[in-house]
């Protein structure tokens, strides 16, 4: 039975599974691209042509798909004549022709023709080699010169003659032989008949270095040295001589002998008490024990203060000790809530004031600590027929039609349907109805006693929400209609006619039949802010039929949506449930409810922008529009029998109208007249009348609750009262609030800001502590805070009348020196002192008696006169 089967019986009715499904091809066996499975040939054959397939072939085909005929080439190579490589059987030329160049063909000759290729003969060789004829190796064949020509010098080559020649190349005959020896006629072994001195020549003469005629080219002693008088005689030294015209090395020097004297020197001979105290210690004037009058330096002793804090931005790892210099951590932003104002480096622990409240206005999501918020509230009813009691009411920041954490969110009224929280972020006010379909709670209609299974929509700054404002909401959010024109359509095609004859005080429309219930006064009312209910409530309004048309629109819109939805109910899983495979043969969409029931909204308010819709027909012609419409949008099938479902909707709201709006104006006509003159002395006496106030507000209560028990048998009288527990007269018993509740409103309380974080408390007046921080120091102060006046010990000698006394040393080295001056120079050539004290440690100038020393015989050699 299916259409697209090649074999499909219209006449058939039912499917016996023989349809056979077109399956395109070729069909021919004998193509190339035959398809055994296909049995609808589609032109698509390709049948085989043979020949040559290699288009560079001399015979190529291009049409030819199968290999049948050998290819033909043509033969390539020189096909000129005159070439040398000229191939007579070549069919096509292939440029490779080489034509005869005559030339010298030979690489090693000088006019070698890379490009020849037959030699004419024509090569020239070159010969190298000395080509200077009076040269010793001239050769007569060479062609070219090579530079190793040698030329001809005449010369004894003899190199042990006395004449030899070092250059000469020709021998001259005429080498003289040498005769070696001391050929200096001074000397004492001069040879006269030497021609060549061998370097043998002695000479004599005073060989005694320490002799005033010394004569250092001798090496014969004659006897003749002169010592003349000896000592020292550099008038500098110590023991300076002054009879001594000879000096014999024995000058002593005066300076410091202590080698471990900072002044030592290595050069003096005498201690001449110069020698300064050794006082070791600290050198360096940057370190914090630094000792000005140190003269050793002593490795690892200095010690330098510095921050030891690692977290510090001035740390310093050289620093053998803190002197506390370390930057003060803190908050230095002068915009955070512990600003410190003496930080010199930011440690992270900036805490910034601000609202914490997600909800509120000025919610700051990088603040630390609570500060003051400041909300927006959303507050009103929620309403059908009666409030709604138990909604799950929300702003949807994200427009996602669901309730996210993030979210701000409340419970509408249990009894008088009215809900107030704060938020943050504006969004569409989402009001979610039965639990499983957005709402933790069941909605029920505090009249009707009903549920209410779908969700309502409104703005946040709206003071009622009913189905009314779902329908202008979405004539906001999706056809971007202000407020004002959205709420003026949907009043005007949801609200049904009330008749100008009926009770009301409301003027006919221009050209109609039907009051006017979108305005009150010249002013529009709108369906985010007219409370029907409370109005018909209010003892100083009257009972108009034209509030109870609001009533009646309310409740037949919602119910509207109610009965599209339950006609479309594969849109969703949740809402065919188990059900899904049997009822929806078509397939289920993957909506949720809550989506379900809003793009059913958006069709109604569309079709109220076009106009003309009517959902009190007992034929239910919109409610069936609506519902195919929506299908159409879902893409799912509406139920089989959604036409009787429209048909029974439509009636329900007829009755709804009938009751509510043309037997409530009857009633009001037979009860009151038609004097609206009575009508108006009866509202202004309930005002200040309570008891006529109550009359009116029961008067309401019973044609509602007459209402009620149409569609309910069980259906319980409302109870009126009010409704709100916060209200001092708060009413257990009532069901329906009157509006009689005298609430005191309070404030909302700031949120209290929570314990701030430790912070450092230095202030400008604050005052550190000084003293030693390095704990090596004699007065190390473990309290201070600032590191000043370090004292260290000072090691030396501390005997004043020691030749190394140290005048700032406080600790003793045991290495004092005593003060001992005497004569302690040796003897200097002949002169010895006869009063040299071994004992003494410093030179005392002029102290020593020096006597000549010497032989005292006037016939000795050695005489010393």
Known sequence: MALTAINFDSLAEQDDGTCVFPVLGCTNSSALNYRSSANVDDDSCVFPVSGCLDPAALNYNSLANVGGESCRYARTGCTNSSALNYNPAAEDDDGSCIFPREGCTASTASNFDSLANINDGSCVFEFLGCTDSTALNYVSSATSDDGSCIPVFVGCTRTSA????????????????????????????????????????????????????????????????????????????????????????????????????????????????????RIPGCTDSNAANYLSIANVPVPGLCRYGGCTDTLSDNFDSSADFDDGSCLVRGCTDSLAFNFDSLSEQDDGSCVYQGCLNSNA????????????????????????????????????????????????????????????????????????????????????????????????????????????????????????????????????????????????????????????????????????????????????QIIDTAWFGWLCGQLNSGFTVQCARSALI??????????????????????????????????????????????????????????????????????????????????????????????????????????????????????????????????????????????????????????????????KNATLNDGSCNRVQSSTPTPSPSLLPVRRQLTASSSLHYGCMDAAAENFDSSALKSTGCRYAIPGCTDKTALNYVPDANVDDGKCIPFRPGCILPESGSYRPVNYDPSATLYAPGSCDFRLHGCMQTDALNYVS
Request: with cysteine; glycine share 8%; charged share 20%.
């Open 162 to 277: 006395i004449n030899y020649d070092s250059l000469a190349t020709v021998d001259s005959g005429d080498c003289e032989a040498s005769s070696l020896g001391c050929t200096d006629s001074t000397a004492a072994n001069y040879r006269s008949t030497a021609n060549a001195d061998d370097g043998s020549c002695r000479y004599s003469g005073c060989t005694e270095s320490r002799a005033l005629n010394f004569d250092s080219r001798a090496s014969i002693n004659d006897g003749q040295c002169d010592f003349g008088t000896l000592g020292c005689t550099d008038s500098q030294a110590l023991n300076y001589f002054s009879l001594a015209d000879n000096d014999d090395s024995s000058c002593l020097y005066g300076g410091c002998t202590d080698s471990s004297a900072p002044n030592y020197d290595s050069s003096a001979d005498i201690n001449d008490g110069s020698c300064q105290p």
């Open 570 to 731: 594969c849109a969703s899983p949740q809402l065919c449930g188990s059900q899904c495979a049997a009822l929806c043969p078509g397939g289920v969409g993957s909506y949720t409810a809550v989506e379900v029931a809003d793009e059913i909204f958006g069709v109604l308010g569309n079709m109220v922008l076009e106009g003309d819709v009517t959902l009190e027909d007992p034929s239910g012609v919109d409610i069936l529009e609506l519902i195919q419409l929506s299908a159409e949008l879902l893409q799912v099938d509406p139920l089989p029998d959604a036409e009787r479902i429209s048909q029974i909707c439509g009636a329900e709201n007829y009755q709804n109208y009938e009751f509510l709006v043309l037997a409530n104006g009857r009633r009001l006509e037979e009860v009151q007249g038609k004097g609206r003159a009575v009508r108006v002395a009866d509202a202004r006496a309930a005002t200040a009348d309570n008891t006529l106030a109550f009359a009116h507000k029961e008067e309401v209560a019973q044609r509602l609750w007459d209402l009620c028990l149409t569609r309910n048998p069980d259906c319980k009288r409302p109870q009126l009262g009010c409704t709100d527990r916060a209200s001092p007269n708060f009413s």
């Open 361 to 540: 206005l000025n919610y700051d999501p990088s603040a630390t600590v609570a500060g003051p918020c400041v909300f927006s509230f959303a507050q009103g009813v929620v309403a059908n027929l009666g409030y709604v009691q138990n909604c799950t009411v929300f702003v949807d920041n994200d427009d996602d039609l669901q309730i996210d954490s993030f979210e701000a969110a409340s419970l509408s009224n249990v009894e008088s349907g009215a809900y107030r929280f704060a938020y943050g972020r504006s969004g569409p006010l989402q009001i979610f109805s039965a639990r499983g379909q957005g709402g933790s709670v069941d909605c029920v209609d505090s009249i009707l006693g009903s549920r209410l299974t779908v969700p309502f929509q409104s703005t946040v700054n709206a003071s009622i929400s009913s189905s009314l404002t779902s329908v202008a909401s979405s004539l906001i959010l999706r056809n971007e209609l202000t407020s004002t024109l959205a709420s003026d359509l949907t009043c005007k095609e949801l609200i049904p006619c009330v008749p100008c004859d009926g009770s009301t005080f409301q003027p006919c429309r221009a050209g109609g039949e039907c009051a006017e219930t979108c305005s009150l006064l010249g002013s529009s009312l709108s369906v985010f802010t007219f409370n029907a209910l409370e109005t018909l409530l209010d003892p100083s």
